[in-house]
């Protein structure tokens, strides 16, 4: 069973600061891995999908990683800004008799202090 | 705009009730998803649906039930059954064309509390 684990649970950071968030997963036999971002008591907004064949995306200040024989990802921010406090979740996609289902982890709390 | 809507925002159901949460999206996605979010915890599946007419069970769809007789809509009612209903729910779709893991779109979410 495919599980999938973030780490660190919390994370606080002052305003300008490059970060590091985490990602492992037990299965490496995934079709894609995909990084959300989520608002208090909002839905999901995806930021990035990273194909298995891939190694890594860019979407602005945003660069994720993917390591899938290791079980990796990770999601680097740049240049941290207040608005970029959210939870994020990583989450893998395993495909075959699992059609459309993904497997999410419990989420990073990101807190960017100005 | 196109887009997922899901309503109410906020549902409060007493013990015993059965309630409907509601699903609607223009993206024309032929895949739906229902999960669940609880406090500190990932997102959990309950049901999903590859097409109208279709639907399977995820990892915890004892206590709901799904319905999809239109593309755009694919509402979920929490029966009572269910016996910790009280929950954050999502609504996603994809395109479903891939076979390999299309990005999902979430809908905004209703908080169902039960009395």
């Known amino acids: 069973k495919q599980e999938v684990t973030q780490i660190p649970a919390a994370l606080s950071v002052p305003e300008g600061e490059n970060l590091v968030l985490n990602c492992s997963f037990t299965?490496?036999?995934?079709?894609?891995l995909q990084w959300f971002r989520q608002d208090p008591g909002k839905g999901l907004t995806s930021l990035l999908l990273i194909q298995s064949s891939q190694r890594e995306q860019t979407s602005g200040r945003l660069n994720a990683s993917l390591d899938k024989s290791s079980g990796r990802s990770t999601l680097y921010i740049a240049a941290s800004q207040p608005g970029d406090s959210a939870t994020y979740l990583c989450?893998?996609?395993?495909?075959?008799?699992?059609?459309?289902?993904?497997?999410f982890g419990q989420g990073t709390i990101l807190t960017v202090h100005p | 705009d196109g887009g997922i809507t899901q309503s109410p925002k906020y549902l409060f159901r007493k013990e015993g009730q059965n309630v409907t949460l509601s699903c609607e999206q223009n993206l024309n996605h032929d895949a739906m998803y229902w999960y669940r979010q609880d406090p500190g915890q990932g997102l959990r599946l309950i049901y999903y649906?590859?097409?109208?007419?279709?639907?399977q069970k995820g990892d915890i769809a004892e206590g709901y039930s799904v319905s999809r007789e239109k593309k755009e809509s694919f509402p979920l009612t929490v029966t009572s059954a269910q016996k910790n209903p009280t929950a954050f729910y999502l609504c996603a779709s994809s395109t479903g064309t891939s076979g390999k893991g299309d990005t999902q779109y979430f809908g905004p979410g209703t908080r169902l509390t039960v009395l």
């Open positions: 649906s590859q097409i109208v007419n279709d639907f």
């Open positions: 299965d490496s036999a995934i079709y894609n």
């Open positions: 989450a893998v996609y395993a495909g075959g008799t699992s059609y459309g289902k993904l497997t």
